[in-house]
């Protein structure tokens, strides 16, 4: 059977959670549960064909509920909703009226507020579809969850395809306007190595999103030429990351075209992993806040810079900003977005 399914533990609500794991013909092994749409594992070979886990996650639930995780939030593996990254002071307004959101993350709101799509249980529906194994979750979030406006119901299909993509499909719909901006949050780390800092990148971004001191943006939109942000052409993350103050943690502006957003490249095992999307930014984000407190699958402690995120999405506090490409879903309108991460060795 494929997808199979196991029990997971059982949440802090009391809810049973559940671990559902896609395998293809390659050996590719996707494990993802119900509880947040959270992706727990992800087998890849190397270029000896050697198996091993290019994502930081639990083996159970509990992992994802211990007080040293929720205390820290790191958002392993997650969907995140309603609105992926910042929004300044917790507070937009839209049509006339200013909503107020959970501020969660200093005076910002992050990752969708106090309890967000990565906490939720969704409803989940293990399947085959022409391109490989699939998982499909839905979730309907009520009308002010969170603060936020409207009903709005959420598809997120998961696909291991047979040309060894981990494919995100997402589509959205609400009853009245609201801010939207859906990711996921996986951290990386494509190798044998504690750090990801040796990883070499390549973004397909001619400009970055400048913040603030709370990491919301200024508005500008920087070119990243002369800068240690260009990832024009691959870089190792680690080569000018001192130059950044805390570390990369920004939004780049994609270029687009159909080469893909990103390209890692491990060195030691050879695993490559391309990032295609029709999103219009990505966040890099290098784990500058994990700090050896969490241990995850296989006893792996999560130190500074244990892995790498690429979240797909449009720019952080877009509700706020008249100048970035609007995050606003309408009544009647379908939200879709597709990202994948793909595999290959070098
Ligand atoms: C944010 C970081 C945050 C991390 C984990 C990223 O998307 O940009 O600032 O620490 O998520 O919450």
């Keep these: 059977m494929n997808p199979i399914s196991a029990p997971f533990g059982t949440t802090l609500d009391g809810a049973a959670a559940q671990l559902f794991t896609l395998?293809?013909?390659?050996?590719?092994?996707?494990?993802?549960?119900d509880y947040g749409g959270t992706v727990t594992s992800l087998l890849v070979p190397d270029r000896h064909g050697v198996l091993a886990d290019v994502v930081l996650g639990f083996d159970s639930v509990a992992g994802y509920q211990s007080p040293a995780y929720l205390r820290s939030?790191?958002?392993?593996?997650?969907?995140?909703?309603?609105?992926g990254n910042r929004i300044r002071?917790?507070?937009?307004?839209?049509?006339?009226?200013?909503?107020?959101l959970a501020t969660n993350n200093g005076p910002n709101h992050l990752h969708g507020g106090l309890?967000?799509?990565?906490?939720?249980?969704?409803?989940?529906?293990?399947?085959?579809?022409?391109?490989?194994?699939?998982?499909?979750?839905?979730?309907?979030?009520?009308d002010g969850e969170e603060g936020y406006p409207g009903?709005?119901?959420?598809?997120?299909?998961?696909?291991?395809?047979?040309d060894n993509a981990l494919r995100i499909d997402y589509t959205a719909t609400t009853d009245r306007p609201t801010p939207v901006n859906l990711t996921?949050?996986?951290?990386f780390n494509l190798g044998p190595g504690p750090d990801i800092l040796a990883h070499e990148l390549t973004l397909r971004a001619d400009r970055y999103t400048v913040v603030g001191d709370t990491l919301i943006p200024t508005g500008e939109l920087r070119p990243v030429a002369g800068t240690p942000f260009d990832f024009t052409t691959p870089h190792a993350i680690g080569e000018r990351i001192a130059q950044v103050e805390g570390g990369y943690d920004h939004n780049w502006v994609l270029t687009g075209g159909t080469e893909g957003a990103a390209t890692v490249y491990e060195p030691v095992s050879g695993r490559?992993?391309?990032?295609?999307?029709?999103?219009?930014?990505?966040?890099c984000y290098t784990g500058n806040f994990l700090d050896g407190t969490l241990t995850g699958q296989g006893g792996r402690v999560y130190g500074k810079h244990a892995g790498f995120c690429l979240e797909t999405q449009h720019f952080p506090d877009s509700p706020n900003q008249p100048g970035f490409p609007s995050t606003?879903?309408?009544?009647?309108?379908?939200?879709?977005?597709?990202?994948?991460?793909?595999f290959r060795v070098r």
Excluded at 23 to 33: K, M, P
Excluded at 92 to 99: S, T
Excluded at 123 to 130: C, H, M, Y
Excluded at 331 to 337: D, I
Aim: charged share 15%; glycine share 12%.
């Design 151 to 162: 009903t709005l119901r959420v598809t997120v299909v998961y696909t291991l395809t047979a």
């Design 184 to 187: 996921n949050h996986s951290y």
């Design 23 to 33: 395998t293809n013909a390659h050996g590719l092994q996707a494990s993802i549960t």
């Design 89 to 100: 002071g917790g507070r937009f307004e839209l049509n006339g009226k200013v909503y107020t």
């Design 272 to 283: 490559v992993m391309d990032v295609f999307t029709d999103q219009p930014g990505v966040q």
């Design 115 to 142: 309890k967000g799509f990565d906490k939720v249980i969704w409803k989940a529906e293990p399947g085959t579809s022409a391109d490989g194994a699939t998982l499909k979750l839905t979730y309907q979030s009520p």
């Design 328 to 342: 606003i879903l309408q009544p009647g309108e379908v939200l879709r977005s597709t990202t994948s991460y793909q």
């Design 73 to 83: 939030g790191p958002y392993f593996g997650a969907l995140i909703g309603r609105y």
